[in-house]
Nanobody, 124 residues
Framework: QVQLVESGGGLVQTGGSLRLSCTTS????????MGWFRQAPGKERETVAT????????YYQDSVKGRFTISRDNAKDTMYLQMDSLKPEDTAVYYC?????????????????WGQGTQVTVSS
C-alpha cells in the first residue's frame, strides 16, 4: 500500500525559505517518478517539480527554477522540496505525488498516488 504524507508547510515572509517533506511507504525511489505539485485558491493544480532518480531526469516549472530543489533521503524514505527566495505567488497547498514508472512525467494526471497536501503561505 502506497502512502504519502507531506509536512513542513507554514507561514513565511517574502524572501524566506521552507523545506517540505514527503514521507513515503510502499514507494520504490530507485525506479518510480516522484513529484511536487501545488494548487492556489481559485486556480488549477500545477506541476512544481518532478524527478526520476534512476535516470536523473528532473523537471522544474520555469517560475521555480533556481529557487526550488527536489531531493530525497533513501534511508528515511522521504522526498524533500527545498524552497528558497519565496514569493507571495508561491502561496498554495503543496502536494507530493508518485508514479510507478521510471519515465518522467510533468503533468498531474500522470501521477497515481497523492498525499493530503500542506499549506504554504508567503506574506508580502
Amino acid at each position: 500500500q502506497v502512502q504519502l504524507v507531506e509536512s513542513g508547510g507554514g507561514l513565511v515572509q517574502t524572501g524566506g525559505s521552507l523545506r517540505l517533506s514527503c514521507t513515503t511507504s510502499g514507494v520504490t525511489f530507485s525506479s518510480w517518478t516522484m513529484g511536487w505539485f501545488r494548487q492556489a485558491p481559485g486556480k488549477e493544480r500545477e506541476t512544481v517539480a518532478t524527478k526520476n532518480w534512476s535516470s536523473g531526469m528532473t523537471y522544474y516549472q520555469d517560475s521555480v527554477k533556481g529557487r526550488f530543489t527536489i531531493s530525497r533521503d533513501n534511508a528515511k524514505d522521504t522526498m524533500y522540496l527545498q524552497m528558497d527566495s519565496l514569493k507571495p505567488e508561491d502561496t498554495a497547498v503543496y502536494y507530493c505525488a508518485a508514479r510507478s514508472s521510471p519515465i518522467i512525467a510533468t503533468t498531474d494526471r500522470d501521477f497515481t498516488y497523492w498525499g493530503q497536501g500542506t499549506q504554504v503561505t508567503v506574506s508580502s
